[in-house]
Protein backbone atom coordinates (compact mmCIF):
# COMPACT_ATOMS: atom_id res chain seq x y z
CA UNK A 1 0.00 0.00 0.00
CA UNK A 2 2.80 2.43 0.77
CA UNK A 3 4.35 1.76 -2.32
CA UNK A 4 1.04 2.50 -4.27
CA UNK A 5 0.72 5.65 -2.11
CA UNK A 6 3.87 6.75 -3.11
CA UNK A 7 3.63 6.52 -6.83
CA UNK A 8 0.56 8.22 -6.82
CA UNK A 9 1.97 11.14 -4.97
CA UNK A 10 4.65 11.36 -7.20
CA UNK A 11 1.46 12.95 -9.85
CA UNK A 12 0.03 16.52 -9.66
CA UNK A 13 -3.55 16.56 -9.11
CA UNK A 14 -3.98 17.28 -13.14
CA UNK A 15 -2.05 13.85 -13.88
CA UNK A 16 -4.10 11.27 -11.12
CA UNK A 17 -6.92 13.04 -13.00
CA UNK A 18 -5.31 11.51 -16.51
CA UNK A 19 -4.55 8.77 -15.32
CA UNK A 20 -8.34 8.14 -13.72
CA UNK A 21 -9.81 9.10 -17.02
CA UNK A 22 -7.15 6.43 -18.69
CA UNK A 23 -7.82 3.61 -16.25
CA UNK A 24 -11.59 4.17 -16.58
CA UNK A 25 -11.48 3.78 -20.58
CA UNK A 26 -8.99 0.86 -20.04
CA UNK A 27 -11.42 -0.76 -18.21
CA UNK A 28 -14.71 0.06 -20.53
CA UNK A 29 -12.83 -1.15 -23.46
CA UNK A 30 -12.12 -4.39 -21.44
CA UNK A 31 -15.67 -4.66 -21.26
CA UNK A 32 -16.98 -3.99 -23.93
CA UNK A 33 -14.00 -6.65 -25.82
CA UNK A 34 -15.05 -8.75 -23.17
CA UNK A 35 -18.81 -8.88 -24.38
CA UNK A 36 -17.22 -9.13 -28.07
CA UNK A 37 -15.88 -12.18 -27.84
CA UNK A 38 -18.39 -13.42 -25.08
CA UNK A 39 -20.88 -12.53 -28.30
CA UNK A 40 -18.27 -14.01 -31.33
CA UNK A 41 -17.54 -17.29 -29.39
CA UNK A 42 -21.02 -17.89 -28.02
CA UNK A 43 -24.67 -18.28 -29.27
CA UNK A 44 -27.79 -18.91 -27.35
CA UNK A 45 -29.51 -21.91 -27.93
CA UNK A 46 -32.63 -23.53 -26.98
CA UNK A 47 -33.43 -25.24 -23.66
CA UNK A 48 -35.33 -27.76 -22.69
CA UNK A 49 -38.49 -27.45 -20.18
CA UNK A 50 -41.18 -24.48 -19.75
CA UNK A 51 -44.48 -24.38 -20.50
CA UNK A 52 -46.41 -22.62 -23.51
CA UNK A 53 -50.02 -21.71 -23.47
CA UNK A 54 -52.17 -21.12 -26.57
CA UNK A 55 -55.52 -19.33 -26.25
CA UNK A 56 -58.03 -20.99 -28.52
CA UNK A 57 -61.65 -19.84 -29.39
CA UNK A 58 -63.60 -22.73 -29.54
CA UNK A 59 -64.13 -26.18 -27.96
CA UNK A 60 -62.45 -29.78 -28.24
CA UNK A 61 -65.50 -32.20 -28.99
CA UNK A 62 -63.62 -35.28 -30.81
CA UNK A 63 -60.50 -35.57 -30.74
CA UNK A 64 -60.27 -38.61 -33.23
CA UNK A 65 -58.25 -37.20 -36.50
CA UNK A 66 -60.27 -40.08 -38.38
CA UNK A 67 -63.80 -38.78 -37.70
CA UNK A 68 -63.51 -35.29 -36.52
CA UNK A 69 -63.78 -32.11 -38.48
CA UNK A 70 -63.82 -29.42 -35.70
CA UNK A 71 -60.89 -27.21 -36.01
CA UNK A 72 -60.14 -27.46 -32.57
CA UNK A 73 -60.17 -31.33 -32.81
CA UNK A 74 -57.24 -30.88 -35.81
CA UNK A 75 -55.07 -28.85 -33.62
CA UNK A 76 -55.49 -30.76 -30.78
CA UNK A 77 -54.57 -34.21 -33.05
CA UNK A 78 -51.44 -32.62 -34.73
CA UNK A 79 -49.79 -32.42 -31.97
CA UNK A 80 -51.25 -35.94 -30.78
CA UNK A 81 -51.29 -38.40 -33.61
CA UNK A 82 -48.47 -38.73 -36.14
CA UNK A 83 -48.96 -38.26 -40.08
CA UNK A 84 -48.49 -41.72 -41.68
CA UNK A 85 -45.36 -40.21 -43.77
CA UNK A 86 -43.60 -39.79 -40.62
CA UNK A 87 -44.22 -43.19 -39.12
CA UNK A 88 -43.33 -45.11 -42.61
CA UNK A 89 -39.61 -45.58 -43.61
CA UNK A 90 -41.16 -44.85 -47.32
CA UNK A 91 -44.35 -45.69 -49.45
CA UNK A 92 -44.04 -46.76 -52.63
CA UNK A 93 -45.77 -46.31 -56.17
CA UNK A 94 -45.82 -48.99 -58.73
CA UNK A 95 -46.05 -47.48 -62.06
CA UNK A 96 -48.94 -46.63 -62.63
CA UNK A 97 -49.15 -45.07 -59.23
CA UNK A 98 -52.19 -47.02 -58.56
CA UNK A 99 -50.70 -49.35 -55.55
CA UNK A 100 -48.47 -48.02 -52.92
CA UNK A 101 -46.53 -50.05 -50.71
CA UNK A 102 -46.32 -48.46 -47.39
CA UNK A 103 -43.14 -49.69 -44.97
CA UNK A 104 -43.90 -48.42 -40.90
CA UNK A 105 -40.77 -47.84 -39.03
CA UNK A 106 -39.71 -50.29 -36.39
CA UNK A 107 -40.04 -50.33 -32.36
CA UNK A 108 -42.78 -47.72 -33.10
CA UNK A 109 -45.52 -47.17 -29.38
CA UNK A 110 -48.57 -45.82 -28.67
CA UNK A 111 -48.65 -43.49 -25.41
CA UNK A 112 -49.45 -46.63 -23.37
CA UNK A 113 -46.19 -48.52 -25.05
CA UNK A 114 -48.50 -50.57 -27.21
CA UNK A 115 -46.62 -51.21 -31.03
CA UNK A 116 -47.91 -49.39 -33.74
CA UNK A 117 -48.48 -51.70 -36.64
CA UNK A 118 -49.94 -52.29 -40.59
CA UNK A 119 -53.54 -52.99 -38.49
CA UNK A 120 -53.76 -49.73 -37.16
CA UNK A 121 -53.17 -48.38 -40.55
CA UNK A 122 -55.91 -50.73 -41.76
CA UNK A 123 -58.21 -49.62 -38.93
CA UNK A 124 -57.86 -46.26 -39.24
CA UNK A 125 -58.37 -46.70 -43.27
CA UNK A 126 -61.32 -48.74 -42.50
CA UNK A 127 -63.06 -46.37 -40.07
CA UNK A 128 -62.87 -43.81 -42.49
CA UNK A 129 -64.72 -46.04 -44.54
CA UNK A 130 -67.70 -47.01 -42.69
CA UNK A 131 -70.34 -44.61 -43.44
CA UNK A 132 -71.78 -45.02 -39.84
CA UNK A 133 -68.24 -43.32 -38.48
CA UNK A 134 -69.61 -40.10 -40.42
CA UNK A 135 -65.92 -39.37 -41.42
CA UNK A 136 -65.13 -35.84 -43.14
CA UNK A 137 -62.66 -37.92 -45.33
CA UNK A 138 -65.12 -40.55 -46.93
CA UNK A 139 -65.34 -39.26 -49.89
CA UNK A 140 -61.22 -39.17 -50.43
CA UNK A 141 -60.97 -42.66 -49.75
CA UNK A 142 -63.87 -44.23 -51.16
CA UNK A 143 -63.06 -47.13 -53.59
CA UNK A 144 -59.38 -47.58 -51.67
CA UNK A 145 -58.79 -50.59 -51.20
CA UNK A 146 -56.27 -51.88 -48.26
CA UNK A 147 -54.28 -54.96 -47.05
CA UNK A 148 -52.14 -56.89 -44.74
CA UNK A 149 -48.73 -57.70 -46.23
CA UNK A 150 -46.75 -58.03 -42.69
CA UNK A 151 -46.86 -56.59 -39.44
CA UNK A 152 -45.12 -53.31 -40.92
CA UNK A 153 -46.33 -53.39 -44.16
CA UNK A 154 -49.62 -52.25 -46.03
CA UNK A 155 -50.64 -52.07 -49.47
CA UNK A 156 -53.12 -49.88 -50.30
CA UNK A 157 -54.90 -49.75 -54.24
CA UNK A 158 -57.07 -47.13 -55.88
CA UNK A 159 -59.69 -47.68 -58.46
CA UNK A 160 -57.92 -45.13 -60.92
CA UNK A 161 -54.96 -43.12 -61.51
CA UNK A 162 -54.81 -39.69 -59.05
CA UNK A 163 -51.71 -37.83 -58.67
CA UNK A 164 -53.03 -36.10 -55.08
CA UNK A 165 -53.82 -39.25 -53.45
CA UNK A 166 -50.33 -39.86 -51.81
CA UNK A 167 -51.00 -36.31 -50.27
CA UNK A 168 -53.54 -37.82 -48.91
CA UNK A 169 -52.42 -40.54 -47.87
CA UNK A 170 -48.77 -38.36 -46.73
CA UNK A 171 -51.28 -36.62 -44.40
CA UNK A 172 -53.42 -39.51 -42.74
CA UNK A 173 -53.57 -39.43 -39.00
CA UNK A 174 -53.34 -42.78 -38.03
CA UNK A 175 -55.63 -43.68 -34.58
CA UNK A 176 -54.79 -46.85 -32.47
CA UNK A 177 -56.95 -50.17 -33.50
CA UNK A 178 -56.53 -51.98 -29.78
CA UNK A 179 -58.19 -48.83 -28.83
CA UNK A 180 -60.94 -48.31 -31.34
CA UNK A 181 -61.09 -51.92 -32.43
CA UNK A 182 -63.72 -53.08 -29.38
CA UNK A 183 -65.60 -49.70 -29.66
CA UNK A 184 -69.11 -50.30 -32.36
CA UNK A 185 -68.84 -47.54 -34.41
CA UNK A 186 -72.02 -46.17 -34.03
CA UNK A 187 -70.14 -45.43 -30.04
CA UNK A 188 -66.89 -44.21 -30.50
CA UNK A 189 -68.38 -40.56 -30.02
CA UNK A 190 -69.21 -41.99 -27.13
CA UNK A 191 -66.00 -43.18 -25.72
CA UNK A 192 -63.95 -41.80 -23.10
CA UNK A 193 -61.21 -41.70 -25.46
CA UNK A 194 -62.40 -38.91 -27.22
CA UNK A 195 -61.31 -36.43 -24.90
CA UNK A 196 -58.41 -38.64 -22.96
CA UNK A 197 -56.99 -40.02 -26.28
CA UNK A 198 -54.42 -42.62 -26.35
CA UNK A 199 -51.67 -41.12 -29.24
CA UNK A 200 -48.02 -41.35 -31.35
CA UNK A 201 -47.66 -37.57 -31.99
CA UNK A 202 -45.09 -35.54 -30.19
CA UNK A 203 -47.16 -34.69 -27.00
CA UNK A 204 -49.48 -36.72 -25.40
CA UNK A 205 -52.71 -36.49 -23.67
CA UNK A 206 -52.15 -35.28 -19.23
CA UNK A 207 -55.50 -33.60 -18.56
CA UNK A 208 -57.88 -31.02 -18.83
CA UNK A 209 -60.22 -29.10 -16.58
CA UNK A 210 -63.83 -27.91 -17.22
CA UNK A 211 -66.55 -26.28 -15.68
CA UNK A 212 -69.97 -27.49 -14.67
CA UNK A 213 -71.50 -26.32 -17.48
CA UNK A 214 -69.90 -28.66 -19.81
CA UNK A 215 -67.21 -25.95 -21.05
CA UNK A 216 -63.70 -27.32 -21.30
CA UNK A 217 -61.23 -24.02 -20.15
CA UNK A 218 -58.18 -25.85 -20.02
CA UNK A 219 -56.66 -28.94 -21.95
CA UNK A 220 -53.03 -29.84 -20.97
CA UNK A 221 -50.33 -32.17 -23.07
CA UNK A 222 -47.13 -33.10 -22.20
CA UNK A 223 -43.85 -34.26 -24.12
CA UNK A 224 -44.01 -37.76 -25.52
CA UNK A 225 -41.26 -39.94 -24.45
CA UNK A 226 -42.59 -42.37 -26.59
CA UNK A 227 -42.81 -40.65 -29.66
CA UNK A 228 -40.04 -41.70 -32.74
CA UNK A 229 -39.27 -38.17 -33.77
CA UNK A 230 -36.98 -35.50 -32.58
CA UNK A 231 -38.32 -34.83 -29.24
CA UNK A 232 -39.96 -31.45 -27.91
CA UNK A 233 -37.97 -28.67 -26.13
CA UNK A 234 -41.39 -27.23 -24.38
CA UNK A 235 -42.33 -29.96 -21.89
CA UNK A 236 -46.02 -29.04 -21.43
CA UNK A 237 -48.40 -27.34 -23.97
CA UNK A 238 -51.93 -25.82 -22.67
CA UNK A 239 -54.70 -24.97 -24.37
CA UNK A 240 -56.96 -22.01 -22.64
CA UNK A 241 -60.56 -21.86 -24.30
CA UNK A 242 -62.07 -18.60 -24.84
CA UNK A 243 -65.94 -18.26 -25.88
CA UNK A 244 -64.76 -15.19 -28.36
CA UNK A 245 -62.19 -12.99 -29.93
CA UNK A 246 -62.52 -10.22 -27.81
CA UNK A 247 -61.88 -12.91 -24.77
CA UNK A 248 -58.83 -14.50 -26.46
CA UNK A 249 -57.29 -10.55 -27.17
CA UNK A 250 -57.85 -9.70 -23.44
CA UNK A 251 -56.45 -13.15 -22.37
CA UNK A 252 -52.87 -12.16 -24.29
CA UNK A 253 -52.82 -8.69 -23.05
CA UNK A 254 -52.78 -9.71 -19.36
CA UNK A 255 -50.39 -12.78 -20.03
CA UNK A 256 -52.74 -15.40 -19.27
CA UNK A 257 -51.91 -16.73 -23.26
CA UNK A 258 -48.34 -16.72 -24.89
CA UNK A 259 -50.09 -17.07 -28.36
CA UNK A 260 -53.37 -17.36 -30.45
CA UNK A 261 -54.15 -17.89 -34.29
CA UNK A 262 -57.13 -16.90 -35.84
CA UNK A 263 -58.95 -17.52 -39.04
CA UNK A 264 -60.60 -13.74 -38.82
CA UNK A 265 -59.44 -10.94 -40.32
CA UNK A 266 -56.49 -8.97 -37.80
CA UNK A 267 -56.18 -5.27 -38.19
CA UNK A 268 -53.23 -3.16 -38.31
CA UNK A 269 -54.47 -1.24 -35.19
CA UNK A 270 -54.65 -4.21 -33.57
CA UNK A 271 -51.89 -5.52 -34.30
CA UNK A 272 -49.68 -2.42 -33.14
CA UNK A 273 -51.90 -2.77 -29.48
CA UNK A 274 -50.90 -6.57 -28.77
CA UNK A 275 -47.41 -5.50 -29.13
CA UNK A 276 -46.31 -8.83 -30.33
CA UNK A 277 -44.91 -10.36 -33.43
CA UNK A 278 -47.55 -11.61 -35.92
CA UNK A 279 -47.39 -13.31 -39.09
CA UNK A 280 -50.18 -13.33 -42.06
CA UNK A 281 -50.17 -16.78 -43.37
CA UNK A 282 -51.61 -17.52 -46.82
CA UNK A 283 -54.05 -19.80 -46.67
CA UNK A 284 -55.59 -22.25 -49.60
CA UNK A 285 -59.29 -21.19 -49.09
CA UNK A 286 -61.26 -18.56 -50.54
CA UNK A 287 -64.56 -17.36 -49.85
CA UNK A 288 -67.45 -17.35 -52.66
CA UNK A 289 -71.23 -16.95 -52.89
CA UNK A 290 -72.15 -20.22 -54.75
CA UNK A 291 -75.13 -19.74 -57.15
CA UNK A 292 -77.62 -23.16 -57.36
CA UNK A 293 -77.12 -23.52 -60.74
CA UNK A 294 -80.30 -25.86 -60.65
CA UNK A 295 -82.41 -23.62 -59.63
CA UNK A 296 -85.00 -22.25 -61.75
CA UNK A 297 -83.80 -18.80 -62.12
CA UNK A 298 -80.30 -19.20 -61.32
CA UNK A 299 -79.60 -22.09 -64.11
CA UNK A 300 -79.51 -19.16 -66.65
CA UNK A 301 -76.07 -18.40 -67.26
CA UNK A 302 -76.52 -14.40 -68.75
CA UNK A 303 -78.47 -13.86 -65.08
CA UNK A 304 -75.52 -15.11 -63.58
CA UNK A 305 -73.02 -13.02 -65.41
CA UNK A 306 -75.46 -9.76 -64.51
CA UNK A 307 -75.46 -10.82 -60.97
CA UNK A 308 -71.03 -10.75 -61.09
CA UNK A 309 -70.85 -7.28 -62.55
CA UNK A 310 -73.26 -5.62 -60.37
CA UNK A 311 -70.73 -6.25 -57.03
CA UNK A 312 -68.17 -3.80 -56.58
CA UNK A 313 -65.26 -5.63 -54.57
CA UNK A 314 -63.57 -2.29 -54.34
CA UNK A 315 -66.68 -1.66 -51.88
CA UNK A 316 -65.76 -4.63 -49.88
CA UNK A 317 -62.56 -4.07 -49.04
CA UNK A 318 -62.74 -0.67 -48.12
CA UNK A 319 -65.84 -1.44 -46.08
CA UNK A 320 -65.12 -4.65 -44.65
CA UNK A 321 -61.45 -5.30 -45.07
CA UNK A 322 -60.48 -1.40 -44.44
CA UNK A 323 -56.54 -1.98 -42.82
CA UNK A 324 -56.74 -5.96 -43.85
CA UNK A 325 -54.25 -7.98 -46.38
CA UNK A 326 -57.37 -9.48 -47.94
CA UNK A 327 -56.06 -10.85 -51.23
CA UNK A 328 -59.36 -10.74 -53.51
CA UNK A 329 -59.93 -13.57 -56.04
CA UNK A 330 -61.74 -14.18 -59.12
CA UNK A 331 -61.67 -17.35 -60.02
CA UNK A 332 -61.24 -21.02 -58.32
CA UNK A 333 -57.62 -20.92 -58.80
CA UNK A 334 -56.67 -18.20 -56.90
CA UNK A 335 -56.51 -15.60 -60.21
CA UNK A 336 -55.82 -12.24 -58.79
CA UNK A 337 -58.49 -9.88 -58.94
CA UNK A 338 -58.19 -6.14 -59.55
CA UNK A 339 -61.77 -5.27 -59.50
CA UNK A 340 -62.20 -4.43 -63.20
CA UNK A 341 -65.50 -6.78 -63.43
CA UNK A 342 -67.60 -3.97 -62.05
CA UNK A 343 -70.45 -2.78 -64.17
CA UNK A 344 -73.43 -1.84 -63.00
CA UNK A 345 -74.88 -0.57 -65.48
CA UNK A 346 -74.51 -3.48 -68.01
CA UNK A 347 -75.92 -5.75 -65.36
CA UNK A 348 -78.91 -3.40 -64.59
CA UNK A 349 -79.26 -3.76 -68.23
CA UNK A 350 -79.36 -7.46 -68.38
CA UNK A 351 -81.49 -7.69 -65.45
CA UNK A 352 -84.35 -5.65 -67.15
CA UNK A 353 -84.16 -7.62 -70.01
CA UNK A 354 -84.96 -10.57 -68.04
CA UNK A 355 -88.06 -8.96 -66.85
CA UNK A 356 -89.72 -9.01 -63.73
CA UNK A 357 -87.38 -8.85 -60.74
CA UNK A 358 -85.55 -11.84 -59.85
CA UNK A 359 -85.99 -12.72 -55.88
CA UNK A 360 -83.67 -14.91 -54.11
CA UNK A 361 -82.63 -15.87 -50.38
CA UNK A 362 -78.94 -16.14 -49.32
CA UNK A 363 -77.19 -17.92 -46.75
CA UNK A 364 -74.66 -16.88 -44.71
CA UNK A 365 -72.72 -18.03 -41.88
CA UNK A 366 -73.16 -15.65 -38.57
CA UNK A 367 -69.85 -14.51 -39.25
CA UNK A 368 -69.18 -11.26 -39.13
CA UNK A 369 -67.45 -10.17 -41.62
CA UNK A 370 -69.42 -12.76 -43.70
CA UNK A 371 -72.24 -10.92 -42.57
CA UNK A 372 -71.21 -7.33 -43.60
CA UNK A 373 -70.12 -8.98 -47.21
CA UNK A 374 -73.54 -10.27 -47.36
CA UNK A 375 -75.41 -6.81 -46.67
CA UNK A 376 -73.31 -5.49 -49.28
CA UNK A 377 -74.15 -7.88 -51.63
CA UNK A 378 -77.47 -7.18 -51.18
CA UNK A 379 -77.37 -3.67 -51.42
CA UNK A 380 -75.55 -3.60 -54.84
CA UNK A 381 -78.12 -6.28 -56.42
CA UNK A 382 -81.46 -4.15 -55.14
CA UNK A 383 -79.64 -1.05 -57.14
CA UNK A 384 -79.94 -3.20 -60.24
CA UNK A 385 -83.11 -4.70 -59.87
CA UNK A 386 -83.01 -7.53 -57.93
CA UNK A 387 -84.09 -8.76 -54.80
CA UNK A 388 -82.52 -10.81 -52.11
CA UNK A 389 -83.23 -11.97 -48.70
CA UNK A 390 -80.15 -12.45 -46.22
CA UNK A 391 -80.47 -15.60 -43.71
CA UNK A 392 -77.56 -16.01 -40.97
CA UNK A 393 -76.86 -18.95 -39.83
CA UNK A 394 -74.52 -20.73 -36.74
CA UNK A 395 -71.93 -22.15 -39.14
CA UNK A 396 -72.47 -25.70 -38.13
CA UNK A 397 -76.78 -24.88 -38.94
CA UNK A 398 -75.22 -24.06 -42.39
CA UNK A 399 -73.23 -27.24 -43.23
CA UNK A 400 -76.52 -29.48 -41.68
CA UNK A 401 -79.22 -27.34 -42.92
CA UNK A 402 -77.83 -26.39 -46.42
CA UNK A 403 -74.43 -27.85 -47.77
CA UNK A 404 -75.65 -31.60 -47.23
CA UNK A 405 -78.95 -30.66 -48.44
CA UNK A 406 -78.41 -28.25 -50.97
CA UNK A 407 -81.31 -26.09 -50.48
CA UNK A 408 -80.73 -22.85 -50.96
CA UNK A 409 -80.50 -20.46 -53.97
CA UNK A 410 -77.22 -18.71 -52.63
CA UNK A 411 -74.50 -19.61 -50.14
CA UNK A 412 -72.02 -17.45 -48.81
CA UNK A 413 -69.22 -20.38 -47.97
CA UNK A 414 -65.63 -21.01 -48.11
CA UNK A 415 -63.58 -24.12 -50.30
CA UNK A 416 -60.41 -25.25 -48.39
CA UNK A 417 -58.32 -26.95 -50.95
CA UNK A 418 -56.32 -29.89 -49.64
CA UNK A 419 -54.29 -28.97 -53.22
CA UNK A 420 -54.57 -25.97 -55.29
CA UNK A 421 -54.66 -28.11 -58.37
CA UNK A 422 -56.98 -30.52 -57.18
CA UNK A 423 -60.17 -28.92 -57.57
CA UNK A 424 -62.30 -32.17 -58.10
CA UNK A 425 -63.78 -32.02 -54.89
CA UNK A 426 -65.62 -28.65 -55.86
CA UNK A 427 -66.19 -28.72 -59.59
CA UNK A 428 -66.46 -31.68 -60.86
CA UNK A 429 -70.09 -32.57 -61.67
CA UNK A 430 -69.95 -36.13 -60.10
CA UNK A 431 -69.31 -34.18 -56.57
CA UNK A 432 -73.15 -32.51 -56.51
CA UNK A 433 -74.58 -34.86 -53.98
CA UNK A 434 -72.74 -34.59 -50.15
CA UNK A 435 -70.41 -35.49 -49.35
CA UNK A 436 -69.07 -34.13 -52.61
CA UNK A 437 -68.98 -30.17 -52.36
CA UNK A 438 -69.90 -28.94 -55.63
CA UNK A 439 -72.08 -25.97 -54.05
CA UNK A 440 -72.81 -24.65 -57.24
CA UNK A 441 -73.88 -27.81 -58.39
CA UNK A 442 -72.39 -26.93 -61.66
CA UNK A 443 -71.62 -29.33 -64.43
CA UNK A 444 -69.88 -28.64 -67.45
CA UNK A 445 -68.37 -31.79 -69.61
CA UNK A 446 -65.31 -29.70 -70.58
CA UNK A 447 -64.06 -28.43 -66.33
CA UNK A 448 -65.10 -32.51 -66.01
CA UNK A 449 -62.62 -33.91 -68.53
CA UNK A 450 -59.92 -30.95 -67.47
CA UNK A 451 -60.10 -31.83 -63.94
CA UNK A 452 -59.62 -35.55 -64.54
CA UNK A 453 -56.40 -35.07 -66.48
CA UNK A 454 -55.01 -32.79 -64.14
CA UNK A 455 -55.89 -35.58 -61.77
CA UNK A 456 -53.11 -37.89 -63.42
CA UNK A 457 -50.45 -34.99 -64.91
CA UNK A 458 -47.33 -35.44 -63.21
CA UNK A 459 -45.83 -32.00 -64.35
CA UNK A 460 -46.92 -29.45 -62.17
CA UNK A 461 -46.24 -26.71 -65.31
CA UNK A 462 -48.75 -28.67 -66.98
CA UNK A 463 -51.07 -28.24 -64.44
CA UNK A 464 -50.68 -25.10 -63.80
CA UNK A 465 -51.37 -24.72 -67.41
CA UNK A 466 -54.69 -27.12 -66.91
CA UNK A 467 -56.07 -25.00 -63.77
CA UNK A 468 -55.80 -21.49 -65.55
CA UNK A 469 -57.72 -23.42 -68.53
CA UNK A 470 -60.03 -24.70 -65.81
CA UNK A 471 -60.45 -21.03 -63.98
CA UNK A 472 -61.26 -19.34 -67.44
CA UNK A 473 -63.85 -21.88 -68.05
CA UNK A 474 -65.39 -21.66 -64.76
CA UNK A 475 -65.24 -17.81 -64.87
CA UNK A 476 -67.04 -17.46 -68.03
CA UNK A 477 -69.89 -19.70 -66.71
CA UNK A 478 -70.39 -17.90 -63.29
CA UNK A 479 -71.82 -20.52 -61.45
CA UNK A 480 -70.38 -18.77 -58.38
CA UNK A 481 -69.44 -14.70 -57.14
CA UNK A 482 -65.72 -15.39 -56.32
CA UNK A 483 -64.41 -12.80 -53.78
CA UNK A 484 -61.43 -13.11 -50.92
CA UNK A 485 -59.07 -15.35 -49.50
CA UNK A 486 -58.28 -13.83 -45.86
CA UNK A 487 -54.84 -14.95 -44.17
CA UNK A 488 -54.21 -17.21 -40.93
CA UNK A 489 -52.92 -14.97 -38.32
CA UNK A 490 -51.25 -15.77 -35.36
CA UNK A 491 -49.64 -14.07 -32.57
CA UNK A 492 -46.80 -14.68 -30.09
CA UNK A 493 -44.74 -13.23 -27.00
CA UNK A 494 -41.07 -12.08 -28.42
CA UNK A 495 -40.20 -14.57 -26.07
CA UNK A 496 -41.29 -17.63 -27.73
CA UNK A 497 -38.69 -18.71 -30.24
CA UNK A 498 -38.53 -21.39 -32.85
CA UNK A 499 -41.39 -20.67 -34.58
CA UNK A 500 -40.50 -20.42 -38.79
CA UNK A 501 -43.27 -18.42 -39.73
CA UNK A 502 -41.99 -15.46 -38.14
CA UNK A 503 -39.41 -15.53 -39.96
CA UNK A 504 -40.54 -15.73 -43.28
CA UNK A 505 -44.02 -16.51 -45.15
CA UNK A 506 -43.93 -20.01 -46.82
CA UNK A 507 -44.33 -20.27 -50.14
CA UNK A 508 -47.12 -22.55 -50.15
CA UNK A 509 -50.62 -21.86 -48.54
CA UNK A 510 -51.49 -23.36 -45.48
CA UNK A 511 -54.21 -25.88 -46.60
CA UNK A 512 -54.87 -26.01 -42.82
CA UNK A 513 -54.06 -23.63 -39.70
CA UNK A 514 -52.64 -27.28 -37.71
CA UNK A 515 -50.27 -26.72 -40.27
CA UNK A 516 -48.68 -24.39 -37.87
CA UNK A 517 -47.68 -27.46 -35.27
CA UNK A 518 -45.59 -29.00 -38.21
CA UNK A 519 -42.36 -27.14 -36.37
CA UNK A 520 -43.67 -27.51 -32.95
CA UNK A 521 -40.89 -29.77 -31.60
CA UNK A 522 -38.07 -26.95 -32.71
CA UNK A 523 -40.49 -24.32 -30.07
CA UNK A 524 -38.91 -23.19 -27.14
CA UNK A 525 -39.24 -20.82 -24.35
CA UNK A 526 -36.04 -21.18 -22.73
CA UNK A 527 -32.69 -20.58 -23.95
CA UNK A 528 -28.85 -20.12 -22.83
CA UNK A 529 -25.73 -18.99 -24.19
CA UNK A 530 -22.83 -21.63 -24.91
CA UNK A 531 -19.51 -21.48 -26.52
CA UNK A 532 -19.62 -22.46 -29.57
Do not use: C
Not at 206 to 225: H, M, P, R
Not at 260 to 277: E, H, M, N, Q, Y
Not at 459 to 477: F, M, N, Q
Amino acid sequence: MDLIRNFLHAFTKKELRVLAYAVGIFFVALIARTGIAVQEHSAFVPMDGGVFREGVVGQPTLINPAISDNQVDRDLSALLFSKLSELATHIKADEKNKVFTVSLKENLLWDDGTPVTSDDVLFTIKTIQNPDARSPFLKKWSGVAAERISQLQVRIAIPEENIFFKEIMDNLRIIPAHIYGSVPIANIRLSSYILEPVGNGPYSFKKFSQKKNGFITEYVLESNEKYSGKKPYIDEFRFIFYEDEEALENAFRVREIDAFGTASPITTKLFDALKARAARIPVSRYYALFFNTNGETLNDRALRRALVAGISKEKIKNEVFPENEVSFVSSPVFTDDTFKGYNSEYAAEEIAELGGVPEFTMIVPNTPYLEDTAKILKDDWEKIGVTVHVISLDPRDVFENAVKTNNYDMILFGNALENDSDLFPFWHSSQRVYPGLNLSLYKNDKVDSLIETIQRESSPEKRKELRELIGAYVTEDAPALFLYSVPYTYVARDEIGGIPFFSFIPENRFTDPSNRFSSVTEWFVSQARILK
